[in-house]
């Protein structure tokens, strides 16, 4: 099982016909994330793979309980979290060792001309992820103001 945080944008992003195909379980603190993701499952034909749980990233252990995932993956959705590191360190626990901590965020670079969300740095990002014990972290920037983190525990 993996887990998507953000679900608006992650599950419709993630699970598509004759792609994945596995069951996924989608985190957020939207419900307007959860009826866009349900009108795409619809459409696409996935609603049976998708499971929504209300909560935030930084509350994971508690929502989830013993739950470990394959994978867990932050869709540009750091700028809704309250506590960064807890909900980096809430991932750790939650996820089976081995397994994938993916991370596609907007930096500072991006600039702050269409919305007034908060910013991450890689090097913010790559700290926190280290000193919470990640390692092997594959980062790429595609664009300015944009980047894609890989790691595992």
Known sequence: MSLILAVETGICAIVLPGSW????IGLDI??????????TCQKLKTCHL???LDGKAEDLKNIVKSEKFNAITFI???HHIGNIKQAIDQSRQTL????QLIIAEYSPERGKKEDKYKRFTI???LDLLIKNGFRNILI???EIGFFLLN???
């Open 96 to 99: 089976k060792k081995g397994r």
């Open 151 to 153: 790691t595992k525990i």
């Open 30 to 39: 939207s419900s307007k994330g959860f009826a866009k993701a349900h009108k």
């Open 21 to 24: 195909q596995k069951p996924v």
């Open 140 to 142: 790429k920037q595609p």
């Open 123 to 125: 090097k913010f990002i």
């Open 76 to 78: 540009h959705s750091f």
């Open 50 to 52: 998708i499971k929504c």
